[in-house]
Structure formats: structure tokens, C-alpha cells
């Protein structure tokens, strides 16, 4: 099915693990996003990427990963993954940018012990 | 730094009430979204608003943007359980989109 995929949903790593959370859309929309949810902090958006090869940092993008050499993917990468990186990742893509509203994937739940 | 706060954080009505949120910025945008999201889901757009004091109807929602285009707010009319959920505002900048923190809504039927 067309849309925006997320994998894996849920994952459980421990300190200092390297981990991947991978995104695939199917729409060759040209951004797509990472943002983590936490309670009390809301939605903060950790890279972007306006293209595939161009990535920019967000608002919390430290420790965290990025790379689009597809259109299709951009996966995040935890280096080495710290307590708190426990959060739950969302993916979004948009056609032509914010005025165009994202579509979100089903979120990834990372638990780091 | 653009942020937006939205208020009330949380809200518990009664099937059948009416309701308001609100969103507000001391930024401009040059476009305000509104989102909801279930327990265990992304986000789903509801609506865009682009030109200050546009009025959108989606049903029993009713979205507005403030004239400056600082705020907005959100009217659900008659809420049934099925509108219980995250309402996240988002606005837009030139390449990305600011969240505000959601207003937790409760419909008990």
C-alpha cells in the first residue's frame, strides 16, 4: 500500500547500542522529518531533509544520525544510544514543504536500559 | 524562536458539549494546521488556514485564523467520544512546521 511506513514499531535497546529506525514513503514527496514526542515537551523535530542528498539539523539533533540518499528513505541513526533517547519517533513527509501539511507514520517506540 | 501555547492542556467533557481551543504565538505565520492524533498513532491533518480571519467548517469542527494571523483556535460543536484525541497546532515557516504541546480532549459518552 502507498504511504508512509515506519519500522520497527517497537524496539528496546541498551546504553550505548547503535540503532536504526528506518522510514520509507512511497509518494517521492521531497521532505520528510524526524521528530520525537515526549510528555510535557511535545513534538520536537530532531532532522529534515528537503531532498534527497540535503539534510538539516532541527531543534534537538544532537546524538542523532541522518542520511537521504533515496528520496524514498531517510533513516535516523542513534549512535550510541542513551537513556534519555527513550521517546516515541514519528516520520513525516510533505509534497512541497509546511504549507502543504505533513503525513505522519505510526511512530516507532524506542526504549534504551 | 517561534512557539506556540495552546490552551487549555486538558479537557474532559460530556457527550454532546461544545468546546474551544485555543492556539497562540507572539510570531506571524504564514500558515496554521491543526492535527489530531490517537493513542498510538501519528498526527492526521485536519486542516490548513493561510489568510488572517479565514473561517474552515469540517463538519462539526470549526477552525479559525486570527486576523494577524497569530493565532487560531478550534470549535468542535456537539462533541461526540469519537473526537477524543490530541489537537496539536502547527505553524508554518519556511521549511518547517513549529507544534505547539496539544490540548489532551476527553469525550466520556
Known amino acids: 500500500d502507498a504511504g508512509i511506513t515506519q519500522s520497527p514499531r517497537y524496539k528496546i535497546t541498551e546504553t550505548g547500542r547503535q540503532v536504526t529506525l528506518m522510514c520509507h514513503q512511497t509518494?517521492?514527496?521531497?521532505?520528510m522529518f524526524w521528530y520525537r514526542q515526549d510528555l510535557g515537551h511535545g513534538l520536537r523535530l530532531i532532522y529534515y531533509?528537503?531532498?534527497?542528498?540535503?539534510?538539516d539539523k532541527g531543534e534537538v539533533p544532537d546524538g542523532y544520525v541522518v542520511s537521504r540518499s533515496k528520496t524514498e528513505n531517510f533513516p535516523l541513526t542513534l549512535e550510541s544510544a542513551t537513556r534519555s533517547q527513550t521517546s516515541v519517533y514519528f516520520c513525516?513527509?510533505?509534497?512541497?514543504?509546511?504549507?502543504?501539511?505533513?503525513?505522519f507514520g505510526s511512530g516507532t517506540r524506542l526504549t534504551v536500559v | 524562536t517561534q512557539l506556540l501555547e495552546q490552551s487549555p492542556q486538558f479537557l474532559s467533557i460530556q457527550e454532546g458539549e461544545n468546546l474551544t481551543v485555543y492556539c497562540n504565538s507572539s510570531?506571524?505565520?504564514?500558515?496554521l494546521q491543526w492535527y489530531r492524533q490517537e493513542p498510538g498513532e501519528g498526527p492526521v491533518l485536519l486542516v490548513t488556514?493561510?489568510?488572517?480571519?479565514e473561517v474552515k467548517k469540517l463538519k462539526r469542527l470549526t477552525f479559525q485564523f486570527g486576523d494577524a494571523r497569530k493565532d487560531s483556535s478550534l470549535h468542535i460543536t456537539a462533541a461526540q467520544p469519537g473526537d477524543t484525541g490530541l489537537y496539536l497546532c502547527?505553524?508554518?515557516?519556511?521549511?518547517?512546521?513549529?507544534f505547539g504541546k496539544g490540548t489532551k480532549l476527553t469525550v466520556n459518552p
Open positions: 513525516a513527509s510533505s509534497v512541497s514543504g509546511p504549507s502543504a501539511g505533513y503525513t
Open positions: 509518494w517521492s514527496h521531497s521532505y
Open positions: 531533509s528537503a531532498a534527497a542528498d540535503i539534510t
Open positions: 510570531s506571524v505565520f504564514s500558515s
Open positions: 488556514v493561510v489568510t488572517g480571519g
Open positions: 502547527a505553524g508554518g515557516g519556511s521549511e518547517k512546521l513549529v
